[in-house]
C-alpha cells in the first residue's frame, strides 16, 4: 500500500501520540492539529483526514465531528479529500449520521493498532484507483442513444435486486430528470415503496389502461422530481395475475415515454419474469457469493441461453455478509464469464436504507456502497466499463473446491 500523507484532528496528546505511532509505523506520515480551525486550513496539504471529536452529546457548546464533515465538503479545496471519523460509541445513530454528513468511513472506539491500518489503507487505496475525489456524474446520455429497458432479476430471492434497482434508477435520474422511470414487477409483494418510502396512489392497471404519454405520466408516482415509478397493486392475488402479455404492454408503454426503463424483476423464474427479460435491452443478474446462490445462477444462465439472451447478461455479486465462501474468482471460473461489479459489505448502510426508505445513493453518496451503485448506473448508461472496480478484501471459507464440482 503506498503511504499517505494524513492529518489527524485529535485534542488528546496520549491519544494523538498513539494514533500518529501507529500511523508512522505502517510508513505513512502523519501530522497532528488540536482543533478544527487548523484541520481546516491544513487539509488540502494532505492526502487523507482523520477526525476524532467528542460527540454533540459530550459538549453541547461545540460542534461534532459531522458537523466538521459536512463544512470540509462545502470547502472546493477540502471537499475530494477522503475522511474517516472516530466514533466515540458502538451508536449505530451515531456512525450512520457521520456517514450522512459526508465520512467516507468510520471506524468504532475502541479499536487496535491492525484496524485503523486496513481503514487507511483501504481509504487511500480506494481513492488512489478513482483519481481521489468525489464520485463521478454519471454523463448524461447521448441524444442518439436507443430507449433502454434495464430488468434487475436475483438467482434466488433476497440477494438484494430491489436495492440495486432503486438506487441505480436514482443514479441515472441524476443527470436525467424526469427520464428514468422505475417499475416494480417482483410480484407478488414488490418492496420498491418501502425503499422509496412511497405510498403509491396509482397502480400499473392505471398504466395499462392509459398507454399513451400523457396516461403513463399520470400512473406514476414521481420520487424526489427525478424518477417516476410504477407500483404493484397491493393486493397479493391481483398482483399474480398480471399476464406477461401485460407485463410485455406494460413494458413497451414505458420505453416510449422514458429514456431508462429500470424493472425489479424479482428472483422468482416465471412466464412473466422471463417475459420481462426476454423484453430487456440489459439484464443485470444478481448473486451472492456462497455455493446455493450460485447453483441457482448457473440454472438462470441455462435458461436464458436456451433463449439466446446470454449476451444481454451483466453479473454482479453483492455481498451481503462479512465472511463469504466464495471469490470473485471462483464465481467467474464456474460461469466461464467476468464478473461486472461487486457491491461490499456494510453492517450499517443497507439495512438502514430499507428501514428509513431513503436509498444508499441518497443518504450516504460518499460512501463506498454508493460509489459502487453509481458505477453500475454509468456502466448501464454506458459511460464505464465493466470490471473497472477493484475485488473489495474480505475473509472467506475453505470452499472453492466445492464451488467448481
Known sequence: MPPSSILLLEADPAEADRIGEILRNAGHSVDVVADRAALVDQAPAHALLIIDLPGAGADTAAPDAGDLVHELRSIPSAAPLPVLCVAQTRDVDERVRLLEAGADDVIVRPYDARELEARVDALSLRFQRSGGAVPAPIPPAPATRQH????FFGAKGGVGTTTMAVNVALGLAERQPGRVALIDLAAPLGQVPTHLDLRPRHRIGD???YPDEDGVREAAERYADQV???CLPDDPEEADRLTTAEVSRALASLRNVYLY??????ATLSARALAVLGDADRIVLATLPEIPSLRALVAVEQVLGERHLGER????V???FAHEPLRRSDIEETLGTAVALELPYHDLLFARAVNEGIPVVRAAPRSEPAERLGLLASILAGTAEPGAAPEPPRRRFGLRRRARD
Request: hydrophobic share 65%.
Open 207 to 209: 398504466l395499462l389502461a
Open 318 to 320: 453483492n455481498h451481503l
Open 148 to 151: 433502454q429497458v434495464i430488468a
Open 228 to 230: 417516476d415509478v410504477f
Open 261 to 266: 426503463t429500470v424493472v425489479d424483476a424479482g
Open 313 to 316: 447478461v451483466l453479473h454482479v
